[in-house]
């Protein structure tokens, strides 16, 4: 499951980064540099100091998706078992998966690795808020639009050049604030343990974003450096006997977007457009995977790791719909948005905004005439293809490196193309039934939405069906031998005119129409919608003050709560579970199926062994693998996952019902103690 | 395509039949004891007198789900290709397919049965208003609701008795009229003539309720009796040069729903749970399908019927949910009710009905907490399969009719059971591969949807995945024999109860949770949801008097209007389409594929042939089939579609830009002479 791992935003959603009115209860994703300590003394009397924070940011790591902690000295990372089945799949063949089989190194040596992984530590946050503000000063909104990106192009390359540091730009605050962060990248990462699919993921689709449950979601990575594990300074510890019930406890990790205060606009664009469309879809594509699936044990292999991220996007998207046709949600919006236009309509300073709010309307009006288009041409839907996002990658990075940095899509500028060039290089299998049926997919599905009558539609389909064409492409295309795809890249614009590799000619021959679109979506909708979001932002900064957090935006952020459950129709839910219950309520069947490591060993397990918890910290998907910690600063569970009512905390933090669901470390303990006979690991972890 | 058949109502759904409270422009579907004939006659100078009514009514034709009309004294029923391809199925094979090939009859012995079609003429209409008022007066809720139906039942049974006729009561203006309708019915109803779906469904999906349009979507049925081709007074004449552009037409036919004054809290619940729900559902089963599709030319055929009707269905509902997002309607919506409240506030007579609009709302509250189990357990979601169908039919069967007739279940009162036992007794084709699947599917959903710890969840799939389920109970069932059926069916309940089938297992063992859902259905949604409708129907009728069609309820129904195009986007869409377009825009592959036997004659076709039209008649699903007729009641066009527009038609009346879509004649005659060579079909249809 991806469970909270970060999932691609919808290809049409407008990129959200507002402010949150005040935090009530324990609401609240804070950067590290405006953590509410004084609060949290206050109420819970925990002092969380400056020397707390720097030791647990240093051992915070950010991963693809998800977050994750270093818990020894010699570079092992924690993380969830979900946030590394990309690695799991890329290891894994037609023959043999590792999601099914679980991986455990006895040695260094065995250590395996994690081709397209990265980890990130963030060492630095310098506000250039007010560099981008000068740059900007005065410009109309689409060429504010632009400077913008090309200015904080040139911040990142001269930070990437003085520090040798990965440097990104964030936009917190709507763009309210903008801060550029630095991190300590590793590039080499490599694979150490992970259980069996059938207990990391025990429950499978029926039980994600449900408690109570029974997963051991944990993997181990090592991060390397010039071929030698790193060494870390100030590890996390595990405390092996977990949190008690109540106890204070902080989640450091990276929640990756949360959209709390779109305007009701763009909160009825998502419910009226992006979700039921994107829903439809997918649903569909689940539908073909799982009958794909069932043509064999290797067909099933193959896609299983796609199908689990699908299923737990389509889980969470479908949450996030409800959540948006729940009349007391928008209602709620509505109010909050009519008292802060109503002040900011008293507040003379503030006279010269005009109507932010009616020109986001504007802009999702705008968005809804060529959004459909846009989502198939350039967000990816009516092209859904690894194979076919290589060659637009090619076709696209050959031309914009042409270009100076300052002028290029963001995606290729100097900051980007290493990680570019190690995806590109990276040796990871490619199944070319599984590309035939997602591009017939994609082709079929832009022919029904945007018609056969479309020019690009007819031009794909004029002569042949969306399986003859998908056929065609893929079975003609060299794309996924690594090499060839390197040839092209360094071969730049010259080799690519002169390629007749089917995928490549296609990706050229799509790219004016689908660019064509995006700097339509840039121009008439983004640019004026960023820049009535910055209004709104300088709005509320004024008539609410500072003690507000930003929206997620996949940075580094500690929130704090207590272990415990909630309350669901009437009956309370308690916050623990124990591994008996998980062997009464086992059919033998995936996805309720033990593995047979865990069956061997049945009579030596404890098995009032706490299992999974808890607790009611504000979390979202990007949190996965996040070190659940105690006051102090010891790693007292494993985020994994939140409960259904978790979701809607794209929209708001219901605190009555939002609770995040972890990984207890004793369960973690008596797997490598037990089952998997791990004794240098569980060393290497602390445990005595 | 279903296109505008009658499809399968979402489960639930409450029905609905409420008054529209006035009709505008050309808008209505009127019963034919209340066609506005004095408004016709002065807006278009037409009379539509009472002979003029009997003489179409009695060449109105009904057919499962669809609606057709006599076309030849010696029975000829022309109707939808989309509404005979159950017809087709029935007789192909996984070798051959009709669906594909098509079929002409060049000769009465060859006219080929379908088996379980049946074709109704109405013969008379009976108000029994006061006798079932008086029955239910000053009965409670549930009370009233159980002897509505039973007495309902002794009237048909009565009718029945007295006429030799099929009698059907009929709740209009939902039960503000209570009728019975007398129908003269055909079960032996034979196939004549069918293209090839390639020519009928021209365009397939993505043309499917859209405009321009190429398709030859007609069928011909004959009805027989006694083993002899029914004889028919007054057959309509088809006016082979069709209508001319803004010439009145009307449509004879049965249009199957619409629920254009729910209260706005039903349509909330349509929006918010009963379409994401459905649509979710059915998206998912066509990717299973069209994957399935894919393993070959037999997989192909067996599922395209049903595959059909699953994207007619998913594009339908999906225009539907668009249609309720829309806050324009919506904003209608509200309005309308809270000046029917206003009106009926300040109404001393109806001080009485106290607040039925509160009461709808808690009833849908109630149908909330528990409807999606009902879905799952008694609506079909999760026993998706004609074998487990045909089994519950059985077990119900065999226990309802020991009762007397009206405490039976609705499904199994005497009227019903010749039907019953007719489709039971059909030697129709089930193809194993098929029902695994969709009862795989059913399974896995029920699981996800209402969870794996559901005691009937549990139950099933306590030691096995909805896979081995599913494969266990469809390999081990004998009921895809006919004679296995009748003879479970005629041995009753000792029979039932002796069987070791196990699908009659399946559906014993979840017989009672579903009844008790059903019971709770009706007594805690249904019978407070029909006495709140019921008083809401009469305060309509005293504040805005008679000038009002009740809702659709698949019975018959005449609607005016005149032939024309609309504008989209500023553009003019032309009311007619040409046959040389249809060449043009084809592609050689499915679904934009000209037949073989088109190409063949193609030097000779007449390109300018006028192949589609369009008119702003009032239809919707249950239309298809219906003759599009001239002022002198000629046949100058088939109804076969509406445009995209059309479906929000469900709701409201947009005489803007809803519009239907027919056969032109000029094609029919072009493809009977030059295509399918004919003569004899041309010359049994008029064609001098």
Redesign the interface.
Known sequence: MRRLALIASLAATLVAGVLVNTARADEGMWTYDNFPAAKVKQRYGVNIDSAWLDRVREASVRLSGCSASFVSADGLILTNHHCITGCLAENSSKEKSLLDDGFVARDRKDETPCRTQVADVLVGMEDVTAKVEAATRGLDERAANETRKRTITALEQACEKDTGLKCQSVALYNGGQQFLYRYKRYTDVRLVFAPESGIAAF?G???NF?FPRWCLDMGLLRAYENGKPVKVARPLRINFDGPAPGEFVLVSGHPGSTDRLLTVAQL?AQ??DDL?QW???S??????????S?KGDAERRIVADTLFGLENG?KVR?KE??AL???KLMAQKRADEAELRARVAKDPSLAGIGDPWADIEKATARARDFGTEYTYLEGGAGFQSRLFRIARTLVRGAAEREKPNGERLREFTDAQLPRVQQQLGAATPVYPEVER?TMS?GFERM??WL???HATVRQL?????P??LAAKLVDGTKLADPAVRLALWNGGSAAIAASDDPMIKLAREVDAPARALRKRYEDEVQAPTAAAEEKIARARFKVYGTEVYPDATFTLRLNYGTVQGWTERGAPVEPYTQLGRAFE?A????P?QIPASWERVRAKLDMTTRVNLTSNNDIIGGNSGSPLLNARGEVVGLIFDGNIHSISGSYWFDAEKNRSVSVHPAFMREALRTVYDAPALLKELGYK
């Not at 649903?283 to 794909?292: A, C, T």
């Not at 059919?587 to 995936?590: E, I």
């Open positions: 429950g689709d029926p039980d449900q009825e419910r009226n039921p829903l439809l879809r649903s569909e594509l689940r539908g073909r995977y799982i009958e794909f069932k389509i479908r719909l409800d046709l729940d009349e049926l997919f022919r029904e018609g056969p009558d389909l004029a002569k042949d069906s399986d003859t309520r059919t033998g069947q995936p309720f």
